[in-house]
């Protein structure tokens, strides 16, 4: 499988994907952390028509697109603008109908839940086919994350543990390892990108009962 993860800097999705064999890229607008030669730098719309058999939006920059931040929309932050923020609603509307509506047979494009003003944005929108948590997935924190699947079925938690902490949403400033907060909170779980490489990438081997129960078309 031919797979493209835009908007990683990470790798982690990717290398989970190349850990199974696949031809896994990723592409941000920075190198990867991990130096990987397998990394694109740059917008990842230009690859779009490269013939991917499945794209992940690892983490679309979402400040404008999400509930958390509909606030701004009426009353801008310190040095801003509403037309300024208006903007980046638009810009990033845009950015996510780019993914969603790729000539690729398969999508996930990942995000937080998002206001009204961005879904009436999107072309084709439709909403998000399930949410997970890390916790789902072997780590022992809380983080909502939703999915937008084309031609996927929802993923199957594999590890449910206890203990769980809002590491992420605590995370202020700068870390000990010169980590900024975003960046932190935009890291991806390699224990949810291993499920994705388990249960997505090999889905031209199911069986046509797995198909039918998985409601993934032929």
Request: proline letters at 7%.
């Amino acid at each position: 499988m031919r797979a493209l993860i835009a908007c990683e800097r990470s790798g982690i999705v990717r290398r989970a994907f190349a850990a199974r064999g696949h031809d896994a890229w990723s592409c941000d607008l920075v190198p990867a952390d991990d130096g990987s030669n397998r990394h694109y730098v740059g917008d990842a719309r230009d690859l779009l028509d490269d013939r991917w058999d499945l794209l992940i939006v690892a983490h679309p920059p979402c400040t404008r697109l999400c509930n958390s931040g509909v606030r701004w929309l009426s009353v801008p932050p310190a040095g801003r603008t509403l037309d300024d923020m208006w903007r980046d609603l638009d810009d990033g509307a845009e950015l996510f109908s780019a993914f969603w509506n790729a000539p690729i047979e398969r999508i996930c494009v990942e995000n937080p839940v998002m206001h009204r003003h961005a879904k009436a944005r999107i072309a084709n929108y439709r909403e998000p086919a399930q949410s997970v948590q890390p916790w789902q997935f072997g780590h022992g924190e809380v983080k909502r994350t939703c999915f937008w699947l084309k031609n996927l079925p929802p993923l199957a938690p594999t590890l449910i543990v206890p203990g769980r902490e809002a590491r992420v949403h605590r995370h202020t400033g700068w870390g000990q390892r010169g980590l900024d907060r975003a960046r932190e909170r935009s890291r991806f779980f390699p224990g949810i990108a291993a499920a994705m490489a388990e249960q997505w990438g090999d889905l031209d081997g199911l069986s046509p009962f797995q198909r039918e129960l998985f409601e993934v078309p032929t």
